[in-house]
């Protein structure tokens, strides 16, 4: 058996192991945003079926423009924090660690209980179409500009819910850098048209992000895990490319890492797709070439290429979307010599929900 199923010390933590749950957005939550004993049953099912660490779905973070579908959940309101305390106790009493993932829509907004108006770096739509596990929209909106005080009040709602996921005893939290999200779009130039200070040049761009770890860090201490999930594309345009290329990118890295995150998530279609317009490293390579910074890998991480990517990565954590969508127990399956399951994705259809999962179980079953 490989290394990454031996006890592993990631930010302050000690996990059962390396592999991780990757975040995955279930819109399962009650209407208000509230997590639910069907979240609590979902979660407790991978910490239970092995996974040393669960990254919990995008997570809304104001009762502004930051939710991004109906049934999201949020960790703003007492009541949202009471939910996940229960999901939390539940996933440590099976042993793991569990940590949220905060995530503010921007310009990919499907549905709110909060408001209908997105706002966004500029006033730039996604490309291609809405996501329909999601919700049924079929177009997107064009979002309102951000003033710098709606900039300031989105980093605020992130601190707040940083505090609020440390009251509910999180492990740490993950701010959600990468797909097209929020602070995605701030760096990207295809979202981001601004030409004030939060525009512009690559420094400029990162301004939300440096300022948003820098005052999440101030606001949460050093003894709390917190990183970003970085990625190039998004989730309807996964070949975007940033201008400045590889060391762009070496840059954001190092200046998130500078600002006070002690963990860097990199996600790509592959973890070994060398994505950028020049060089051939991957986001992966980027980060370990950095250092100074805890890594989570993922993209198609799987029953095959685990051991070698482990190898590749001796220190970082390998997160698992589909395949543990697929198996729950995907990590004591691999412990017993288990077959893994191919995720069928008829489980997301009509939508993504924890409810359509069961019925398509109890379908397979019968
Ligand atoms: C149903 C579904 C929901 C997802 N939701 C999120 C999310 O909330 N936040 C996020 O960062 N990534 C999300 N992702 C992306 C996964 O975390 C992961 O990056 C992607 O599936 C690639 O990893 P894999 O090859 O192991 O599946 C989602 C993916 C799926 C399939």
Redesign the pocket.
Known sequence: MSDVMQNSRFSNLTLANRFAL????RTSAEPDGTPNELMADHYEAYAKGGFGLLIT??TYTDDGASQGYANQPGIISDTQVEGWKTIVNRVHAAGSKIIV?L?HAGAQFQASHHTDQPLAPSAVKPKGAPLGFYGDQTEWQTPAVMTEADIKTAIRGFVQSAINAKAAGFDGIEL?G??GYLLNQFLSTHFNRREDNYGGSLDNRLRVVVETIEAVREAVGNNFALGI?LSQGTVTDPDYQLPEGENGFRRIVEAVRDAGADFIHT?DGDVRRAPFTDGEKSLAEVVRNAGGVDLII????DETNHPDLAAEYPEALL?????A?ANPDFVQRLKDGKEIDELDFAM?QPK?TIRNEIEWRRNQAA
């Open positions: 990757a975040p995955m957005t779905e995008g993932q995530m959600h990468a797909n999930r996600t993922n993209g198609g991480i997160a698992v979307g589909k395949k969508l997301l993504a």
